[in-house]
C-alpha cells in the first residue's frame, strides 16, 4: 500500500484550494497547542551531518528483503505500510466484481433483446429492468473512476514493489516509484541521512521501519524527499544495524558485510503473508497473530492477488548500466524533471517544508548586586 508515499507527493504538489483546506484543517486542530520549534544550532548540526562517516552500529546486519547484491549495487524493498497491502485489494475486487455483474446482466438483456425485439413492446417488467441495471452499471463505474480509483491504484494495476537501488560505484540512489508518487528519482548517496537509526535506541523504535530522507538545502528539490525501506524492527539496534550494513557496503564494498538472502520479484503466494509478522517480537505477539488467522489469512490472499495484479517495470537503461565501465554516471534528479505544471505547484508549496526554527534566546544582562552594609543606622 502506498498510502503514505502517494500523500506526501499531493502534499508537495497541492492545489491552492487543497492547500487552502490543509491551512484550515491544521489551523483548527493546533488550537491550544505549543507550536513546536527546532533548535536552530541542532538543525545545523543534522544538516552538517555525514552519514558515510558515522559508524551505526559494530554488527551491520539487515534481513532487507534484497532483490540485488552484488558489485556495483544492492536492492532494498521500500514502502512505509507493506503489513496492510491487501485490504484496499479485497475490497476494490468485490466492488469491480459487483459492476461486472451488473453489467453482465446488461449484456444478458441486450442479447434476449436481439432475439425477440418485441419485448420492449410488450413485456414491461423486461423495459424497466433494462433501463434500472443500465443505470446501476453506469453509476457504480462512474463511482469506481470518481472516488474508489485513487485507493484501488495504491494496490492494484500499479509497481509490485517499490525499489530502491544504492549504487556503490556512481554513489547514488535510485528509487523506482508510480508516476502518482512522484515517479522516478536519482538522488546523491552523500547527501542522505537516516531519520531513525542515529544515536541511542529507545523501544519506540520497535516496529518502526529505517526511513532514508534528503533535504531541500542538499537536493535543491523545493520538496523534503523521505522513503521507508526494509522490514519492521522487532528489537532494539534493528534499524542501526540495517543502516551500517547500507553503509559499509558503499562505503567499502560487498566484502565488509555479511552476504544477505536475495528475494524473488516473482509473486509466490508463501511471501505474500511475511509482512504481517514483521516486528511481532515476542512469541506471544507470533501466538496472536495465529489465533487472528482468519483475518491473517484473508489479508494475504489480498496481498497475492494485489501481487498478480501488478508488474514490476525495468530500470531505465541508463540506471541499468550505471557503474559499468565506459558508461555514464545518471543524470541526478533535478526541478527541470518535471513538467511545468508540476514545477509551479511545487514551487508555490515549497515553503510548506520550511523547518520552523526556534527564535534565539536574547542575551540577558546580569544583575549587579551591591554589597550590603555591614552595620544600620
Known amino acids: 500500500m502506498y498510502f503514505i508515499e502517494w500523500e506526501s507527493w499531493e502534499y508537495a504538489i497541492a492545489s491552492a484550494e487543497r492547500r487552502k483546506e490543509d491551512d484550515e484543517l491544521k489551523k483548527k486542530s493546533s488550537i491550544g497547542k505549543k507550536e513546536y520549534r527546532i533548535d536552530p544550532e541542532k538543525y545545523q548540526q543534522e544538516l552538517a551531518q555525514d552519514h558515510t562517516q558515522y559508524q551505526f552500529s ?87 473512476f470518481k472516488k474508489i480509483w485513487k485507493f484501488t491504484r495504491l494496490e492494484l494495476f500499479t509497481l509490485r514493489h517499490i525499489r530502491v537501488r544504492f ?11 508510480p508516476s502518482y508518487c512522484g515517479g522516478l528519482l536519482v538522488l546523491e548517496w552523500q547527501q542522505m541521512q537516516w531519520l531513525a537509526a542515529y544515536g541511542k535506541q529507545d523501544t519506540n523504535t520497535i516496529g518502526l521501519r529505517n526511513i532514508i530522507s534528503w533535504f531541500p538545502e542538499h537536493t535543491g528539490l523545493p520538496y523534503f524527499y523521505f522513503q521507508a525501506i526494509g522490514k519492521r524492527s522487532e528489537k532494539l539496534g534493528d534499524l542501526p544495524n540495517e543502516a551500517e550494513f547500507i553503509r559499509r557496503y558503499m562505503e567499502y564494498g560487498p ?22 509478522f514483521e516486528a511481532t517480537g515476542k512469541n506471544w505477539g507470533k501466538w496472536m497473530t495465529i489465533l487472528a488467522f482468519p483475518a491473517v489469512a484473508s489479508i494475504g490472499v489480498g496481498y497475492w492477488l494485489s501481487q498478480l495484479l501488478c508488474w514490476q517495470p525495468r530500470w531505465p537503461q541508463d540506471i541499468e548500466d550505471a557503474g559499468l565501465a565506459d558508461k555514464p554516471r545518471p543524470k541526478t534528479t533535478t526541478l527541470d524533471d518535471y513538467s511545468p505544471e508540476i514545477q509551479e505547484r511545487l514551487l508555490a508549496n515549497a515553503d510548506r517544508w520550511e523547518i520552523k526554527l526556534a527564535d534565539k534566546p536574547k542575551a540577558r544582562k546580569k544583575r549587579v548586586v551591591k554589597d550590603k552594609p555591614d552595620t544600620i543606622d
Do not use: H
Open 255 to 276: 566484502d565488509s558485510v555479511p552476504e544477505p538472502k536475495v528475494s524473488s520479484l516473482f509473486p509466490w503466494p508463501l511471501p505474500c503473508f511475511y509482512p504481517m
Open 167 to 177: 549504487n556503490r560505484i556512481t554513489r547514488q540512489v535510485y528509487i523506482q516509484r
Open 58 to 144: 559494530a554488527t551491520p546486519y539487515s534481513e532487507g528483503p534484497f532483490y540485488a547484491f552484488n558489485e556495483r549495487y544492492l536492492e532494498i524493498r521500500g514502502g512505509f505500510l507493506e503489513e496492510r497491502r491487501g485490504l484496499i485489494t479485497l475490497i476494490s475486487l468485490f466492488y469491480i466484481s459487483l459492476t461486472v455483474i451488473f453489467i453482465g446482466f446488461v449484456f444478458a438483456f441486450i442479447l434476449e433483446f436481439i432475439q425477440d425485439p418485441e419485448l420492449l413492446f410488450y413485456n414491461g417488467g423486461f423495459v424497466f429492468a433494462f433501463i434500472g441495471f443500465i443505470g446501476m452499471s453506469s453509476g457504480l463505474v462512474y463511482y469506481f
